[in-house]
């Protein structure tokens, strides 16, 4: 067997135990924000941020009605996974309410 400059055996890497699978299971951490109060949510980095979205209104015991946005302030698209997002561990997403369009009312 192969030891390392501890001379120590190396540690079994997960794909040589049986039954575990090749690659990590993608969950990281995040935190989500709403109304100032921040909570930790663990994400699927591959998932879509809807599914992320509708996680955050359950942490927060909301229906519906407010949207993610990231630290400056653009809105996130939900289509897209929590990595094409450019989330990663220990990021922080916003929930609230879209910006509400300004117009002038007719009457």
């Known amino acids: 067997m192969?030891?390392?400059?501890?001379?120590?055996?190396?540690?079994?890497?997960?794909k040589?135990?049986?039954g575990k699978p090749d690659?990590?299971?993608?969950?990281i951490?995040?935190?989500?924000?709403y109304n100032g109060a921040p909570m930790p949510?663990?994400?699927?980095?591959n998932q879509a941020l809807q599914a992320v979205l509708q996680h955050a209104l359950q942490l927060f015991g909301l229906s519906e009605g407010?949207?993610?946005?990231?630290?400056?302030?653009?809105?996130l698209a939900l289509n897209q996974s929590v990595t094409n997002a450019g989330l990663v561990a220990g990021?922080?997403?916003?929930?609230?309410?879209?910006?509400?369009?300004?117009?002038?009312?007719c009457g």
């Open 2 to 14: 192969a030891k390392n400059e501890d001379n120590k055996p190396p540690d079994e890497s997960p």
């Open 41 to 45: 949510l663990e994400v699927n980095s």
């Open 66 to 75: 407010p949207v993610l946005f990231n630290e400056g302030g653009q809105e």
């Open 91 to 105: 990021s922080r997403i916003i929930l609230r309410p879209r910006a509400v369009a300004g117009g002038v009312l």
């Open 23 to 27: 690659k990590p299971d993608n969950k």
């Open 16 to 18: 040589d135990k049986p």
């Open 29 to 33: 951490t995040i935190t989500v924000i």
